[in-house]
């Protein structure tokens, strides 16, 4: 067990919906990070927050968005989802913004139908 | 850009067979951090190891041993007498450490699925 806990851990919706996928870090830790893992894109990095601010964004569609609340726990916003949002949804957490190690969160698993 | 290539898609080996997966990167930073990480069957992700750019000394846990290579940009993990609990997708991983803006992104080879059979 990582620390790192995400919710819910199975979500299935429709096309053209909008879900929230939620992360509390591991105690201590003050970034969060979100990747993306599908089976044509392999694991892909989307974004970044450090202590409520924005560090890093990668390949980050438009119609999802994300940020990291007082408590530090993190939500990402994906709407008008489409067939191909369908993946596995990685948390991870570290002490700093850019060299300590990241553990992952178990993911959610997201089924657009 | 970063770059990582884990060119064996999958592996296949019996039981108490030593096995290597491969690991090539490409980045034009000096100072980076090389990872792996184990995704066994339930699909979390395991952290197995870090390394620095600095630090080229082969590194041993057990069955696990990792060999960094900077001349030839690989990181390599080797599993001795593997077992049927190994069996995984383990990916190997590639941070910047710029200290100033940025952040610490990782990116992924596309891994190796190891299969150990009895």
């Known amino acids: 067990d990582s620390g790192v806990t995400q919710t819910p851990k199975h979500l299935i919706t429709a096309t053209g919906q909008r879900v929230t996928l939620r992360c509390s870090p591991r105690s201590g830790d003050l970034s969060v990070y979100w990747y993306q893992q599908s089976l044509d894109q392999g694991l892909q990095f989307l974004i970044q927050?450090?202590?409520?601010?924005?560090?890093a964004k990668g390949n980050i569609l438009e119609r999802f968005s994300a940020q990291q609340f007082p408590d530090l726990h993190s939500e990402l916003n994906l709407s008008s989802l489409e067939l191909g949002d369908s993946a596995l949804y990685f948390c991870?957490?570290?002490?700093?913004?850019?060299?300590?190690?990241?553990?992952f969160g178990p993911g959610t698993r997201l089924t657009v139908l | 850009a970063q770059k990582v290539t884990q060119a064996q898609t999958e592996i296949s080996v019996v039981e108490k067979e030593d096995v290597t997966l491969d690991c090539v990167y490409e980045?034009?930073?000096?100072?980076?951090?090389l990872f792996w990480y184990k995704q066994p069957p339930s699909g979390e992700l395991v952290f197995l190891i870090r390394r620095n750019s600095f630090d080229e000394q082969n590194e041993i846990s057990g069955r696990y041993s990792w060999n960094f290579q900077k001349s030839t940009s690989s990181f390599n993990f080797t599993i001795t007498a593997s077992q049927v609990v190994d069996s995984a997708v383990y990916f190997c991983?590639?941070?910047?450490?710029?200290?100033?803006?940025?952040?610490?992104?990782?990116?992924f080879g596309t891994g190796t699925q190891l299969k150990v059979e009895l």
């Open positions: 991983a590639l941070s910047e450490a710029r200290l100033t803006g940025g952040g610490n992104k990782l990116t």
């Open positions: 927050y450090y202590n409520g601010e924005e560090r």
């Open positions: 980045t034009r930073d000096t100072t980076y951090y």
């Open positions: 991870a957490s570290s002490v700093d913004a850019v060299r300590d190690t990241q553990y």
